[in-house]
C-alpha cells in the first residue's frame, strides 16, 4: 500500500501562484508515473501533469507554459508549480502514483485550490 499526502492548496487571486507538495511512502523510483489530477465540481477528474519512471513529463493542454511538475530533493516528494492561476483552474487536485508493472494506483486526500477573479 503506497501511502500519498499533498497539501499546499488555498485560496489565491487570479494571476497568482501556488505550490503543491505530494510525499509518497516510498521512493519515486519504484513508481511508473506520479503526479497530479484535479476535480472540480460536477466534472470528470482530469489528469494536469504526470512525472514518467523515463524522466519525461506531460501536461494537460490548459495549463501547460503556466504549470511546471518537477521532482524535489527527498525522494518521495513531487511538486506542483502553479503560476498565472485562472478562475478555472478551481478544483480539488490529487496526487497519483502507480508502482512498476502494476497496474492499481493509488491516490492522496486531495487539496483544495480556489482561485478568485
Known amino acids: 500500500q503506497v501511502q500519498l499526502v499533498d497539501s499546499g492548496g488555498g485560496l489565491v487571486q487570479a494571476g497568482g501562484s501556488l505550490r503543491l507538495s505530494c510525499a509518497a511512502s516510498?521512493?519515486?523510483?519504484?513508481?511508473?508515473?506520479m503526479g497530479w489530477y484535479r476535480q472540480a465540481p460536477g466534472k470528470q477528474r482530469e489528469l494536469v501533469a504526470v512525472f514518467i519512471s523515463d524522466g519525461t513529463t506531460n501536461y494537460a493542454e490548459s495549463v501547460k507554459g503556466r504549470f511546471s511538475i518537477f521532482r524535489g530533493n527527498a525522494k518521495n516528494t513531487v511538486y506542483l508549480q502553479m503560476n498565472n492561476l485562472k478562475p478555472e483552474d478551481t478544483a480539488v487536485y490529487y496526487c497519483?502514483?502507480?508502482?512498476?508493472?502494476?497496474?492499481?494506483?493509488?491516490w492522496g486526500q486531495g487539496t483544495q485550490v480556489t482561485v478568485s477573479s
Open positions: 497519483n502514483a502507480g508502482r512498476k508493472f502494476s497496474s492499481r494506483d493509488f
Open positions: 516510498e521512493s519515486i523510483d519504484n513508481f511508473r508515473a
